[in-house]
């Protein structure tokens, strides 16, 4: 079984000041690891993902994260927030021995930007 | 590749009265997922398809739904007699299966009110 927790259902920063979303999971097998940003009335849209390798992964708008197998962490951060962050963010984990590869989300994070 | 499409984006529809939804894929993904997303909550499994086999269903899909995938293309999810606690946000999901850790692609969603 799998499992996500985020930490914060909302988040406020001040524009051009730092971004730090947190996620930690649970997993019987070796994950693999998601962000996903939604905006309003649309989709999700995926910002970076973990899969094996290096620990610490880039992704799109500046977003980066780092995986910690020693703390289940996969915390999402930008340097510098843009008015044009402000959306949900969801964390995911997949991984399965049997080929279904769904993913299971957290309950997601609202990030606010202050102008 | 124009993405992974959805019909309809809104549906309103009286309890108990049957509705369907279509998911377009991106062309030669060979895998299907559908999830529901309530208010304040991350998107959860539903089902999903590789090619036009229906591989695995979540204990959240009670009978009322059938999904179906002919031809391995586009799909289809059908909710009988609707209940108004199918008020959710359903969104499909592409992806070509080439290994471990596949990216997800997501459509817009189909918003469904039942009254």
């Known amino acids: 079984a799998q499992s996500v927790t985020q930490l914060g259902s909302h988040v406020s920063v001040s524009e051009g000041a730092l971004v730090l979303l947190r996620c930690n999971y649970s997993?019987?097998?070796?994950?693999?690891l998601f962000w996903y940003v939604q905006y309003p009335n649309q989709g999700l849209q995926l910002l970076l993902k973990?899969?094996?390798?290096?620990?610490l992964v880039k992704g799109i708008n500046g977003f980066e994260a780092e995986f910690k197998k020693s703390e289940t962490s996969f915390h999402l951060t930008k340097p510098s927030a843009h008015m044009s962050d402000a959306a949900e963010y969801f964390c995911?984990?997949?991984?399965?021995?049997?080929?279904?590869?769904?993913?299971?989300f957290g309950t997601g994070t609202r990030l606010t930007i202050i102008p | 590749d124009t993405g992974v499409s959805q019909d309809p984006r809104h549906k309103i529809t009286k309890r108990g009265q049957n509705v369907t939804f279509r998911c377009d894929p991106i062309?030669?993904?060979?895998?299907l997922y559908w999830y529901r997303q309530t208010l304040g909550q991350g998107p959860e499994f539903l089902t999903y398809?590789?090619?036009?086999?229906?591989?695995?269903k979540s204990r959240l899909l009670s009978d009322r739904f059938s999904a179906e995938r002919p031809k391995g293309s586009f799909s289809t999810l059908e909710i009988q007699r609707t209940e108004q606690g199918d008020s959710a946000m359903y969104l499909c999901?592409?992806?070509?299966?080439?290994?471990?850790?596949?990216?997800?692609?997501f459509g817009p969603g189909t918003r469904l009110l039942v009254l």
């Open positions: 999901a592409s992806s070509f299966r080439a290994g471990e850790g596949e990216t997800q692609y």
């Open positions: 997993s019987s097998v070796p994950p693999y």
């Open positions: 973990y899969t094996t390798g290096a620990t």
């Open positions: 995911a984990v997949s991984g399965s021995n049997f080929g279904n590869e769904k993913l299971t």
């Open positions: 062309s030669e993904h060979n895998r």
């Open positions: 398809f590789q090619n036009e086999a229906q591989l695995e």
